[in-house]
């Protein structure tokens, strides 16, 4: 089955190609704000702008036609509306105007099966951490099950919000890997609730303590902080699961140093642990087409005008 995939749940256009699992290609591009975070309308646009210029080069790196295709697949929510609507409009029309069948994907699920598939890891206990998102969640044989999540705002925008503060150009979370490096340990709010997160307390501690102390410290606590509090909520769900294997998938889970913790959680607790290399983890198009096979195959589709986006969207509803 020869798969398009189209993502556009925030600042990434992307599109990608898989045949039969196997990626065949994987185009973006990112609508990068200057200081503000993302205004949707500006990452609407962009992805517009974008779109055909992406698809072209996801086609042409792959070898393939739009002829050519078996499905479409568009990454269907959680995300932004306008950039949402982007996504899902453009698969629309491409399936109508190609005749080919369309199929909306959760996209924490498709972060969470493009991990399982490249990883080797199977039925583990997943760390889900992007910017709008924080999760540990498994796979039953009704669907996902949340054990625990944030009970305010993602790890991504906790990171995003400190980078604004701290007046850094590009509020990334490689960038602010780069602050944090050689920082001192300040002590800073932990909030675990049970296998649940809130990171509010230390976004403003955090930010109330760039007054008094070197941003390289702030950066480096608050990370440490907030990746400690993952890996406690994650061993706790990890005894109740009893998973053999966990895997960390999203945004986030390109951070080196929130890898190293959960390798050293995986080893002291006898399980596996994996994690896809970075392009996978950033918001791709090859992962929302891997998924959208999977789902096709699984469960069939509807007809094409009965798709629309669905910013709300969770993994244990989709
Ligand atoms: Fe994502």
Request: aromatic content about 8%; some cysteine; overall charge neutral.
């Amino acid at each position: 089955m020869l798969v398009l995939g189209i993502e556009s749940t925030a600042h990434t256009l992307g599109a990608g190609v898989c045949r039969n699992g196997e990626v065949l290609s994987n185009a973006h591009d990112i609508y990068k704000p200057k200081k503000e975070g993302i205004v949707p309308r500006k990452a609407a646009d962009h992805h517009a702008e974008v779109f055909s210029e992406v698809l072209s080069s996801s086609l042409s790196s792959a070898g393939v036609s739009m002829e050519e295709l078996d499905l479409v697949a568009f990454s269907q929510g959680p995300g932004i509306g306008a950039p949402l609507a982007v996504g899902c409009t453009a698969a629309k029309y491409l399936s109508l105007k190609y005749s080919k069948p369309l199929i909306g994907v959760n996209h924490p699920y498709a972060h969470v099966k493009i991990a399982e598939h490249l990883t080797g890891v199977s039925n583990p206990l997943v760390l889900y951490v992007s910017g709008g998102n924080t999760q540990i969640l498994a796979e039953e044989k009704s669907g996902f099950r949340i054990f625990g999540e944030t009970l305010d705002i993602g790890l991504g925008n906790l990171f995003d919000t400190f980078a604004r503060e701290a007046g850094m150009a590009y509020a990334h979370g490689s960038a602010l890997e780069n602050l944090a490096r050689g920082g001192s340990y300040i002590e800073l709010p932990y909030t675990v609730k049970g296998t649940n997160l809130s990171f509010t307390g230390l976004q403003t501690a955090a930010a109330r303590a760039l007054k008094e102390h070197p941003a390289r410290d702030v950066a480096y606590s608050m990370m440490e902080t907030a990746f400690s509090m993952c890996c406690e909520a994650l061993e706790r769900a990890l005894f109740l699961t009893r998973k053999k294997g966990i895997i960390a998938c999203g945004g986030v889970a390109q951070n080196r140093r929130l890898q190293s913790m959960l390798r050293i959680l995986a080893k002291e607790d006898g399980v596996e642990f994996g994690v896809a290399p970075d392009e996978y983890n950033r918001d791709n198009g090859a992962m929302i087409a891997y998924a959208g096979d999977l789902l096709y195959t699984k469960k069939g589709t509807k007809p094409p005008e009965a798709w629309s986006p669905a910013p709300n969207q969770r993994i244990d509803s989709a």
